[in-house]
């Protein structure tokens, strides 16, 4: 069982990591947050501020069934590592608090888990805290997150250190009821079985519907308790096997994993955790993996028993830790390669890479205080962004600076500290500022001839460029015929695709303003090469010329990331609190006040959030309580901003030629 643990930060989800380990007999002693002797909170920097910041691995065995448990970061600036989880996850544990309630990062976290049909058990924590309230969380619960939730008991004594959960005996009939009439909305049979009378239907009947529809989804177990004392645990200990599946895999099929977590060993070599999903892989094998890249494995360990064991292969279900594929990156899938048994090549295939959450919103410049150290802060950087892919390094070689995309303030703190820690470079950050995005807003074409209009290049390429739907992502299509791409055999068709698909990608990271481009459709409709002379280089090179003038002629508007807040404030203080949003550039909408409390939703640009939390305090003595997540991106009114190019700029064809063709 690959099991996630996913919370708002401070909701207790690394001390439930402890108090399982320890009701499994993986530690001997339960490790404290706050002391930083937690067993998943490894790095130093984790320790000192007591926040996950990388997801952690650990393993351990619950009666027949071993399950690999994977702690996750709750704080929103790191939910890019969350993300990267999801995709391997069989089942999840959603902590909540039991004083706080549902947070902005539950909502987040549930919304996903939900879409990607992740089957969910939710764990309402510190019931031994004062103001912990059951009733009053299972109504946020079905409120906020889900309506479809089935408590598994009791609490009593609220608040003190004496709480504790009272699972509900089995056979008690108003438990068994109550379950029924949930389970009976979401399975036609069950359905028919509830409705000719409840007598008909055992305990143990719907217990087992209420299992097999956990394991679909369907409906999320609750259990109370404090990860702290220890109550309720057991409970759910009990719960995760038999409410959640266990992963199911073909060992003798073709070897096929997902890497979603990549780190270096003490000695600099990359290291990647890798879910199978089938097969077998074994030390020794040579591997591909990404775009065409291959690696020969030199060890693998697999997680048991509370750790990382040496062994010679990797099964399909299991997760391990990989080494000697020194070119793997987060999110490559190992896998055999597979042709189309017809030998007909796809031509609309698309590049639709689905995202959980949003994009970083923001970005800064990283300066080192050193000088001389700009050649191994870009190479720290580049390490950190092996390990976070959405740092997403930006080398301006012209103005010769680094940039970094970021989720938070928080996020810079912890890369200007392990930058101090683990490189022994110290820097500082430039002012944060906004990365807005491009979308096409009409539609454009460019042909450039062999041999024709000062193409200096040995190719024909044509590319049209137009909107995609908001929010579906990108799409690269072929529209020519087979004889018109060099040894148009399928494997060179393919691998013909794939590298000018790649080309296209690259080229819209930066738009007519700068900004990246979203939301396209780019399709090649001309393509012309002479032989034997014509090179995969002269359509490389080509590509971004012909692009960029299509993208011209369609034409982008500019977008800025939009966030929705949710505010709780004293009611008194509402006039101090719609100036400081008209001010931040907010769009609140009606405020709604009742008695002593008032709330009030709205948007504001991702460029004010920190701002914004850093003024409510303020503004009401101590007392509001803000949310805010990422929600769409609106187009910029008036100017549009711009961002400085650090490519060849494609679209000045004098200085890219000049840059492209030095030297030929």
């Known amino acids: 069982l690959n099991l996630g643990i996913l919370a708002h930060v401070d909701a207790g989800k690394t001390s439930l990591t402890e108090r399982l380990l320890f009701g499994a007999g993986v530690i001997d002693e339960i490790g404290s947050v706050d002391d ?168 143990d009947d719907v217990r087992g519907e209420l299992a097999r529809q956990g394991r679909r989804a369907r409906v999320h177990p609750v259990y ?51 879910r199978m999903f089938s097969g077998t892989i074994r030390a020794r094998d040579r591997l591909r993996f990404g775009q065409e890249r291959d690696g020969k494995v030199t060890a693998i360990r697999v997680f048991a028993d509370g750790t990382a064991v040496q062994r010679r292969s990797l099964q399909a279900g299991h997760i391990g830790r990989v080494s000697g594929l020194s070119d793997v990156q987060i999110g490559d899938t190992i896998a055999l390669p597979r042709e189309p048994s017809d030998g007909q090549v796809d031509w609309d295939s698309e590049t639709r890479g689905e995202r959980f959450f949003a994009p970083p919103t923001l970005e800064s410049v990283v300066v080192p205080a050193n000088p001389a150290d700009k050649g191994a802060l870009h190479l720290a950087l580049t390490q950190l962004a092996e390990q976070d892919p959405l740092i997403n390094l930006r080398q301006d070689d012209i103005r010769q600076e680094l940039f970094v995309s970021l989720y938070g303030e928080v996020q810079k703190e912890v890369i200007q500290a392990t930058l101090a820690n683990d490189f022994g470079l110290a820097v500082t950050f430039r002012e944060t500022s906004m990365i807005c995005v491009e979308r096409p807003i009409g539609t454009g074409a460019a042909v450039e001839l062999l041999g024709k209009d000062a193409n200096p290049f040995l190719a024909t390429v044509g590319l049209r460029i137009e909107p995609a739907p908001i929010n579906t992502g990108t799409e690269f299509r072929l ?54 002379e014509t090179t995969s280089g002269d359509f490389r090179k080509l590509a971004p010329l012909v692009l960029m003038s299509a993208l ?39 405020p709604d006040v009742r008695g002593r409390v008032g709330t009030l939703e709205g948007e ?37 901003p711009t961002r400085p190019r650090t490519d060849l700029n494609p679209l000045n ?10 030297g030929v």
């Open 36 to 203: 930083g002797s937690t067993q998943t909170d490894s790095l130093a920097l984790e320790r000192q501020r007591g926040i996950t910041i990388k997801s952690a691995v650990v393993s351990f065995v619950i009666n027949d069934v071993t399950v690999n448990l994977i702690d996750t970061p709750g704080h929103p600036d790191f939910i890019a590592e969350v993300e990267r989880v999801l995709s391997v996850l069989d089942g999840a544990v959603l902590v909540i608090s039991a004083v706080e309630g549902v947070q902005a990062q539950t909502r987040v976290l549930m919304r996903t888990l939900q879409r990607l049909n992740i089957p969910t058990l939710i764990f309402v924590n510190k019931i031994d805290r004062g103001g912990a309230d059951d009733e009053r969380t299972l109504l946020a619960i079905r409120e906020k997150l889900t309506p479809v939730i089935i408590p598994m008991g009791s609490t009593r004594e609220l608040g003190s250190k004496r709480a504790d959960f009272v699972p509900y005996p089995a056979g008690d009939p108003a438990f068994t009821a109550s379950v029924a009439e949930v389970l009976a909305d979401h399975d036609e049979a069950f359905l028919a079985a509830y409705v000719e009378g409840e007598a008909g239907l055992s305990y």
């Open 224 to 274: 109370f308790g404090s990860a702290i004392v220890g109550s309720g645990v057991k409970a759910l200990i009990s719960g995760l096997t038999e409410f959640l599946p266990t992963s199911q895999g073909d060992v003798n099929g073709s070897a096929s994993g997902t890497v979603f977590k990549v780190e270096r060993d003490p000695a600099g070599e990359k290291i990647a955790y890798v």
């Open 479 to 532: 529209d020519v015929k087979h004889e018109s791409i060099p040894l148009y055999r399928y494997k060179a068709i393919e691998e013909f695709r794939k590298s000018l698909e790649a080309t296209v990608k690259e080229t819209l990271h930066q738009g007519v303003h700068g900004w990246e481009v979203i939301d396209y459709v780019v399709t090649l409709t001309h393509s012309g090469y002479m032989s034997p």
């Open 552 to 590: 011209k002629e369609a034409g982008t508007i500019v977008c800025e990331p939009m966030h929705e807040f949710a505010l709780e404030f004293p009611a008194d203080t509402l006039p101090a609190v719609l100036a400081v949003l008209a001010r931040l550039r907010a769009q609140p909408q009606t």
């Open 604 to 640: 504001i640009p991702a460029s004010q959030v920190y701002a914004l939390q850093q003024q409510v305090p303020g503004v009401t003595r101590g007392e509001g309580v803000l949310e805010t997540t990422f929600h769409r991106y609106q187009p910029v009114r008036g100017e549009f």
């Open 653 to 662: 064809r004098k200085e890219y030629l000049r840059h492209v063709l030095r």
